[in-house]
């Protein structure tokens, strides 16, 4: 049994707790706001509740799949005074055009390239920001500031900040969930909590059998297990006969307790086979797969109902990704993978009727040059200065396009994002003012748009 | 828009991490909403016309007398009064609560050390505490003189009479010996252990435990670690691919073997700054640890693929390390303005900075080593240069001999027309080129011990870099110590050198305000879980104001008369009342030291004491972590260097990388290694219960004490009572051996049931309450 996430909220209001593998001594905490992850109130009244982020590794091209460049297919050849990777590869670049055709999509007109058929379907729920920015040009350190807004320094991640600020609605779940089948690069930094509190810590689940550690009992029988439990219980007990009112004992105590609850329902959770066939099969899972992107994403949804904050898809890791420098066809299999589960993410939140409160950001660390990477070569090199990333739901109108990049999509010429903004307009979204989220740590506060971010108008 | 506006390459790195102007706008912000609300709802009665019971609220220095602890909300009566069900006790006791949102804020304004809105605006940065100079302070007058046994105890007195407390009382024997044991050597004591100390009645039984803890070198692994947070120990680099540094387990362990000599403070500083120079300039025994010594600089944040990318962070972060463990001070905020609370200027910064750019840093790999064939370089010897460069010299020789060899044969392969006969050639070259990337990756000759450490390179005074940026280099600034604190005169830099040298030998002055404060703080953290001054890596302007400012320039001044020495300190901090006393039940914070704080242990010493109790820890030092050879390595950010060298060694031990954290110790809060920590967080999350109840290594180790027990003794109540001792250092109770004895019973009835012989459901039981007492709350918590 799983439960919407607005039965959740009706529980919560309701102050019942009868439901699966709620521990009633975390909810009755949470009733009292004691609970570090309570929901907590917004700054304003937010559009969406929970988020799923989409990170795609590797740099997808934002001139192959959401940004046209017609110029580019024109001039295809013609060299360009091209800036690379490090300023010492500054050379004159033949511009590449794309191997992909380009078609206006839905009611809305949007452009998509034909490596996303299923996408297509949903443009009219698009909303394609093309004017993204960041500012280290390598994928570990433009990784590392998609997720936490510092390109050098590891930070607290976005899911962290938001565990932070707002909470979770399932206390028996952690508030930040991350399905990364490979790591990606800079590695588990970037779902990290670093100075804020473990709890706000991204939980990585390894799509597969062992989805959490250390969450399966090893135990012969429950019946030991719980004879276990309570024998903890009771010595817990007597040591805190003569130290009442100590409030990290009681925490710890409750603390097993909460684990319990995630080791009752976690077999169930990550069981996509109760799914209906129909189901499974609009996501792409093939029988027995518990591993794809199309797993992920329907976990996603799962995860979604069962009142998880925030959810993180991590589609590949730092090898065997988007990163096309020898031939832009290496882009075919990537979205193959990736679009089918993505559509359905978005259609199925719809028909539930969940897809106006939950924000869905498909992103990635940086675009891909316009021109070659190398004077003969097919492919593109990493990209900073311009790219396209993706936001939908929340109740955002879509089939709509932010910013805009010059006719070869090298330079912005309207509306620039830059990675602080897309984060601020996140937080926005979810009724956080970002300057107002802050941390104090080391002798100042933090936050995760560090001095900058502007949200943009949506 | 123009294309200038999209900083393409590093550029916005400036993206400052340092937003001390948000801060300061925050802070009085914080404040001054914070004043109006006291000003509404509390001045009426305890303001500058009232005072109700004695007590006003108009000054922070009123304030933060008794009911306002800055930086601790938690343990602030105002916030305990505010919050309050008591009628009794609440505040205000008439008229309208403040509201949810009110009291959150109080508590917030509280946590952010209570800033006054005219202080904020108008405080003299000169006039701070932290930069004058210690004051000679004699212990106090105490009325009650009976509780004493130091005059540490005079002064925590002092403060509690003030407010009619005193200290508690001394803490059972067994309590107190345990204490003593985690505080010193990071371990429970042993069974055997306990009990001669138990049947030591002797006027000086204390003092020779601690004696002989202090000698023990345990005690070196335990307190090394402690400076191992502050100087971000990694055995890797921290470029994009986390290359591994074998060679960098000689700091580890000069920075072990230096708490155990006891080697004096002062020293200790000197040589982890510069050491190489101070060995250089008088070669002899010591001339080894002292260049290993500079791995504190050599281990500053690597960054990206190239050697060197992005050099001016990794020196930002040899400033700010050293800044913060060894002054208390935060001097990366200089790096992009003036620091905006702290005398600290962009000039004082690139001061340091040119001292750090006159020193050559080692490289120890990263894609590049890889993608380009780079060797690595810059690893020291530690030999005298007269001894290693007779090795250096023919290792140079070797390759420029194996180069040439290579490019004579290519040049013959080249010119040869036989395709056969050509291809015969480049097979025999094959393993020549071979051999000479090896030779070449490793950066120095195979047979020469070299450690990660730091050399003078050619001394240059540095430009300022405007906001920060490499691309915008301005005047030159002098290379010199922060002038606040060391005056106008730039440092006297003898010959042809970095400066490193006068900058330690400053640093470790005996009139430098910080450097003792700053160390004896640390120490008193350490024993207490707060050092005086909360936030001890920052003694600024921001930082926390001292709990009792006497007691720590007195223990301060004790410090350096006794010679820097590390265990003198232990000893006057641990003889202390204060540090024998009872704990409190409730385990809150006391910052006036009137009961000693209880404690979680920390993630080496859970790990640690469970390997104990299960007779499963190894104590000796091991070897080398088994990395790779050095040829071999190939890691790129694609494919990064990342792995866990299972082991049974003391946790001190673990080899620690930068991009991922072991994952046992992340989970119990070891910190991060690419930036200093001063304190460590102590988190409750469920994680730890699912590793404690589930976990591979907790069955392993369960089951491993229950074989103890069960060949403890034939009797099963004495197995209990043996298992409980091991773990919560008292005697089993009547009652809880009388549980022990239902539950095992229980246990072993239902393992039958469940399948299993009787002695499979004899060694299931005693497994199973073994983890009992391994997570239990005795075991984890400190009283």
Same mark, same amino acid.
């Given at each position: 049994?799983?439960?919407?996430?607005?039965?959740?909220?009706?529980?919560?209001?309701?102050?019942?707790?009868?439901?699966?593998?709620?521990? /009633? $001594?975390?909810? +009755?905490?949470?009733?009292?706001?004691?609970?570090?992850?309570?929901? &907590?109130?917004?700054?304003?009244?937010?559009?969406?509740?929970?988020?799923?982020?989409?990170?795609?590794?590797?740099?997808?091209?934002?001139?192959?799949?959401?940004?046209?460049? /017609?110029?580019?297919?024109?001039?295809?050849?013609?060299?360009?005074?091209?800036?690379?990777?490090?300023?010492?590869?500054?050379?004159?670049?033949?511009? #590449?055009?794309?191997? !992909?055709?380009?078609?206006?999509?839905?009611?809305?007109?949007?452009?998509?390239?034909?490596?996303?058929?299923?996408?297509?379907?949903?443009?009219?729920?698009?909303?394609?920001?093309?004017?993204?920015?960041?500012?280290?040009?390598?994928?570990?350190?433009?990784?590392?500031?998609?997720?936490?807004?510092?390109?050098?320094?590891?930070? /607290?991640?976005?899911?962290?900040?938001?565990?932070?600020? #707002?909470?979770?609605?399932?206390?028996?779940?952690?508030?930040?969930?991350?399905?990364?089948?490979?790591l990606p690069y800079a590695g588990s930094q970037v779902w990290d909590s670093n100075f804020l509190p473990p709890i706000h810590q991204g939980v990585r689940i390894l799509p597969g059998n062992d989805p959490i550690a250390d969450v399966k009992s090893p135990a012969l029988s429950m019946t030991l297990a719980e004879l276990e439990a309570e024998m903890l219980r009771e010595v817990n007990r007597w040591h805190a006969q003569t130290r009442p009112g100590d409030e990290n004992l009681l925490a710890r105590s409750a603390s097993f307790e909460s684990a319990r609850g995630l080791m009752e329902i976690a077999p169930d959770i990550f069981d996509v086979t109760n799914e209906s066939s129909f189901i499974r099969s609009g996501y792409g899972i093939a029988d027995g797969d518990t591993t794809s992107i199309a797993w992920q994403c329907l976990m996603a949804r799962r995860l979604i109902e069962q009142g998880v904050r925030t959810i993180e898809i991590i589609d590949s890791g730092s090898s065997n990704n988007w990163d096309a420098h020898g031939n832009m066809d290496d882009h075919r299999p990537m979205a193959k993978r990736a679009d089918q589960p993505i559509a359905m993410l978005i259609r199925d939140l719809k028909q539930r009727g969940l897809l106006d409160d939950v924000l869905i950001a498909v992103c990635t660390? !940086?675009?891909?040059?316009?021109?070659?990477?190398?004077?003969?070569? &097919?492919?593109?090199?990493? =990209?900073?200065? @311009? !790219?396209?990333?993706?936001?939908?739901?929340?109740?955002?109108?879509?089939?709509?396009?932010?910013?805009?990049?010059?006719?070869?999509?090298?330079?912005?010429?309207?509306?620039?994002?830059?990675?602080?903004?897309?984060?601020?307009?996140? #937080?926005?979204?979810?009724?956080?003012?970002?300057?107002?989220?802050?941390?104090? %740590? +080391?002798?100042?506060?933090?936050?995760?748009?560090?001095?900058?971010?502007?949200?943009?108008?949506? | 828009m123009a294309n200038s506006h999209f900083p393409l390459f590093v550029t916005a790195v400036a993206v400052a991490i340092c937003p001390c102007a948000l801060q300061a706008e925050e802070k009085s912000e914080l404040a001054s909403q914070a004043w109006t609300i006291l000003h509404e709802r509390c001045y009426s009665c305890h303001g500058p016309k009232v005072?109700?019971?004695? !007590?006003?609220?108009?000054?922070?220095? @009123?304030?933060?007398?008794?009911?306002?602890?800055?930086?601790?909300?938690q343990a602030s009566e105002l916030i305990h009064r505010l919050k309050s069900n008591d009628p009794e006790q609440v505040m205000p006791p008439q008229g309208e609560r403040l509201s949810e949102d009110e009291i959150s804020l109080i508590g917030r304004w509280i946590d952010a050390g209570a800033p006054w809105p005219e202080s904020t605006a108008h405080v003299s940065s000169e006039d701070h505490w932290a930069w004058k100079r210690r004051q000679d302070v004699k212990p106090p007058d105490t009325v009650n003189l009976s509780l004493l046994s130091s005059p540490v105890d005079s002064f925590v007195q002092h403060t509690l009479e003030n407010v009619k407390r005193s200290l508690s009382g001394e803490a059972d024997r067994r309590i107190l010996y345990r204490r003593l044991s985690f505080d010193l050597v990071g371990l429970p004591p042993t069974h055997a252990e306990m009990e001669? =100390?138990?049947?030591?009645?002797?006027?000086?039984?204390?003092?020779?435990?601690?004696?002989?803890?202090? @000698?023990?070198?345990?005690?070196?692994?335990?307190?090394?670690?402690?400076?191992?947070?502050?100087?971000?120990?990694?055995?890797?680099?921290?470029?994009?691919?986390?290359?591994?540094?074998?060679?960098?387990?000689?700091?580890?362990?000069?920075?072990? *073997?230096? %708490?155990? &000599?006891?080697?004096?403070?002062?020293?200790?500083?000197?040589?982890?700054?510069?050491?190489?120079i101070v060995a250089s300039n008088q070669p002899d025994e010591h001339f080894a640890e002292r260049v290993v010594a500079t791995g504190f600089v050599a281990l500053s944040r690597r960054y990206a693929t190239a050697p060197f990318e992005l050099m001016h962070l990794t020196i930002e972060d040899t400033i700010d390390t050293t800044g913060r463990t060894f002054l208390g001070l935060t001097l990366r905020c200089a790096r992009c303005h003036d620091h905006k609370f702290d005398p600290i200027t962009m000039d004082d910064y690139y001061g340091l900075y040119g001292i750090f750019a006159?020193?050559?840093?080692?490289?120890?790999?990263?894609?590049?080593?890889?993608?380009?064939?780079?060797?690595?370089?810059?690893?020291? /010897?530690?030999?005298?240069?007269?001894? @290693?460069?007779?090795? $250096?010299?023919?290792?140079?020789?070797?390759?420029?001999?194996?180069?040439? *060899?290579?490019?004579?044969?290519? &040049?013959?392969?080249?010119?040869?027309?036989?395709?056969?006969?050509?291809k015969r050639m480049e097979t025999e070259l094959a393993p020549v080129r071979t051999a000479l990337n090896r030779q070449r990756r490793l950066g120095s000759p195979p047979e020469l011990d070299v450690a990660y450490a730091v050399w003078d390179d050619k001394p240059i005074d540095h430009p300022i870099l405007q906001h920060g940026e490499p691309s915008e280099p301005g005047v030159v600034a002098r290379r010199r110590a922060p002038k606040f604190l060391a005056g106008d005169e730039p440092l006297a830099i003898s010959g042809p050198h970095s400066g490193r040298l006068e900058l330690a030998e400053w640093i470790a002055s005996p009139t430098n305000p910080l450097t003792a404060r700053v160390m004896v703080n640390r120490i008193w953290q350490h024993h207490f879980g707060q050092g005086f001054v909360r936030t001890s890596s920052n003694f600024g302007i921001l930082g926390q104001p001292p709990t009792h400012p006497d007691l720590l320039d007195w223990l301060s001044n004790e410090f350096v008369e006794q010679g820097w020495s590390v265990k003198a300190l232990h000893r006057l901090i641990v003889g202390s009342a204060t540090w024998r006393q009872t704990s409190d039940p409730t385990g809150l914070d006391d910052p006036l030291l009137g009961r000693y704080p209880r404690r979680r242990l920390d993630a080496e010493s859970i790990r640690d004491s469970i390997l104990l109790v299960a007779q499963n820890l190894d104590q000796r030092i091991p070897e080398r972590h088994p990395f790779p050879d050095i040829s071999d390595w190939h890691w790129t950010q694609h494919n990064p260097f990342k792995t866990v060298f299972p082991s049974q060694y003391r946790s001190v031990y673990l080899m620690r990388q930068r991009i991922q954290r072991h994952p046992f110790l992340v989970l119990f809060d070891a910190p991060d290694a690419n930036v200093s920590t001063d304190v460590r967080t102590n988190s409750i999350v469920p994680q730890q219960a699912l590793f404690l109840m589930n976990s591979s290594f907790m069955q392993e180790q369960s089951t491993a004490f229950a074989t103890r027990l069960m060949q403890f003794s034939a009797e099963e109540p004495d197995r209990i009572a043996h298992g409980i001792e091991s773990t919560w250092f008292r005697p089993a109770t009547p009652d809880e051996i009388m549980r022990g004895l239902d539950y095992l019973r229980r246990f072993r009835r239902e393992a039958v049931r469940s399948g299993l012989s009787e002695p499979e459901a004899e060694r299931a039981a005693?497994?199973?309450?073994?983890?009992?007492?391994?997570?239990?709350n005795e075991f984890f918590y400190l009283d």
């Open positions: 049994m799983t439960l919407s996430r607005r039965q959740w909220l009706s529980l919560l209001a309701a102050g019942g707790c009868s439901s699966v593998g709620v521990s /009633p $001594l975390l909810f +009755a905490a949470e009733q009292k706001g004691a609970h570090v992850l309570a929901p &907590k109130r917004t700054h304003h009244s937010p559009r969406a509740r929970q988020l799923v982020m989409i990170f795609l590794t590797g740099g997808y091209s934002h001139v192959d799949t959401f940004d046209p460049k /017609p110029a580019l297919k024109a001039k295809h050849g013609e060299p360009f005074p091209a800036v690379g990777l490090r300023p010492e590869e500054a050379r004159k670049q033949p511009l #590449l055009g794309s191997p !992909f055709e380009f078609e206006q999509c839905g009611e809305s007109g949007l452009w998509i390239s034909e490596l996303f058929p299923h996408l297509k379907t949903v443009a009219d729920d698009l909303f394609v920001i093309r004017s993204m920015h960041t500012d280290i040009v390598e994928h570990f350190q433009a990784t590392l500031a998609m997720h936490t807004g510092s390109a050098t320094i590891p930070l /607290p991640s976005v899911g962290a900040w938001l565990s932070y600020g #707002l909470g979770t609605y399932n206390p028996n779940l952690p508030s930040y969930v991350v399905l990364a089948e490979h660390e !940086f675009g891909r040059t316009p021109w070659t990477d190398s004077p003969t070569g &097919k492919g593109r090199n990493h =990209y900073a200065k @311009a !790219f396209t990333c993706l936001l939908a739901g929340a109740g955002i109108e879509g089939g709509r396009t932010y910013g805009a990049t010059d006719e070869f999509g090298s330079s912005i010429i309207e509306n620039p994002c830059h990675v602080h903004d897309y984060h601020a307009t996140i #937080l926005n979204l979810l009724g956080i003012d970002h300057t107002r989220l802050t941390y104090h %740590f +080391a002798g100042r506060n933090y936050r995760l748009t560090d001095v900058y971010g502007n949200v943009i108008p949506l | 005072q109700e019971a004695d !007590f006003r609220l108009d000054s922070r220095k @009123a304030a933060t007398h008794s009911a306002v602890i800055p930086g601790n909300s001669s =100390y138990l049947s030591d009645h002797s006027e000086d039984a204390f003092e020779r435990a601690v004696d002989r803890l202090l @000698a023990s070198p345990a005690y070196g692994e335990r307190w090394g670690r402690h400076w191992m947070d502050l100087v971000r120990y990694s055995d890797t680099a921290g470029d994009n691919a986390d290359y591994p540094i074998p060679e960098v387990q000689r700091y580890r362990d000069y920075i072990i *073997d230096s %708490f155990n &000599k006891d080697k004096p403070y002062d020293t200790f500083v000197i040589e982890q700054l510069a050491g190489d006159s020193t050559r840093y080692p490289y120890a790999g990263s894609e590049e080593f890889q993608s380009k064939n780079l060797p690595r370089t810059g690893f020291v /010897p530690i030999l005298p240069p007269d001894q @290693a460069n007779l090795s $250096l010299e023919a290792y140079r020789q070797k390759i420029a001999g194996l180069d040439e *060899d290579v490019a004579r044969r290519q &040049k013959e392969i080249e010119a040869c027309k036989d395709e056969q006969q050509k005693y497994s199973s309450f073994a983890r009992v007492l391994l997570t239990s």
